[in-house]
């Protein structure tokens, strides 16, 4: 999940830089969303309410 956050987070920044910015908010967007769940899954791990086998 991190490798898909740093992908959407590159791709983000190379579409600001080019002026697509329809692009660049799709790509954040869909960045903030992973991170958001990437947290929850965190929390609940630390909590020891989820587990990875």
Known sequence: MLGWIIALLAIAAIAA????NSVSGVALS??????V???VILVLMALGIFAIA
Do not use: D, E, R, S
Request: hydrophobic residues 75%; positive net charge; without cysteine.
């Open 17 to 20: 830089l080019f002026g697509m």
């Open 30 to 35: 869909g960045a903030k969303i992973l991170i």
């Open 37 to 39: 769940i990437a947290l």
